[in-house]
């Protein structure tokens, strides 16, 4: 069974640096994608970053220039570096992984559990 096991959150001083990171256990034949999500209480899940299997990535505006997504294929394990923070930024964080367990198997996604960043003086 594919689970993410997300780690890094946190309290942050505003300016400040974190990376959260995100660890898939179980049997998979590859990763195809990650994406980092984020929530505020009573507000819908928004996108932040994608990394593509073709290697490219993309952000949100509202993070484009500050947050990086990379990923470690040896270990099985996707990073959000989140740079210059703003008390905006505080939010649960949702990594989301497209998983392809076996060859010739269509992928699929999976979820972490949330992480709380939380950005504050």
């Known amino acids: 069974q594919v689970q993410l096991v997300e780690s890094g959150g946190g309290l942050v001083q505003p300016g400040g640096s974190l990376r959260v990171s995100c660890e898939v256990s179980g049997k998979i034949y590859n990763i195809v994608s990650w994406a980092w999500y984020r929530q505020v209480f009573g507000n819908q899940r928004e996108w932040v970053a994608a990394?593509?299997?073709?290697?490219?990535?993309n952000y949100a505006a509202s993070v484009k220039g500050r947050f990086a997504i990379s990923r470690d294929n040896a270990k099985k394990t996707g990073y959000l570096q989140m740079n210059s923070l703003s008390p905006e930024d505080t939010a649960v964080y949702y990594c989301?992984?497209?998983?392809?367990?076996?060859?010739?198997?269509?992928?699929?996604?999976?979820w972490g559990q949330g992480l709380q960043v939380t950005v504050s003086s």
């Open positions: 989301d992984a497209n998983v392809r367990t076996c060859p010739g198997r269509p992928s699929a996604d999976y």
């Open positions: 990394d593509s299997s073709g290697g490219a990535t």
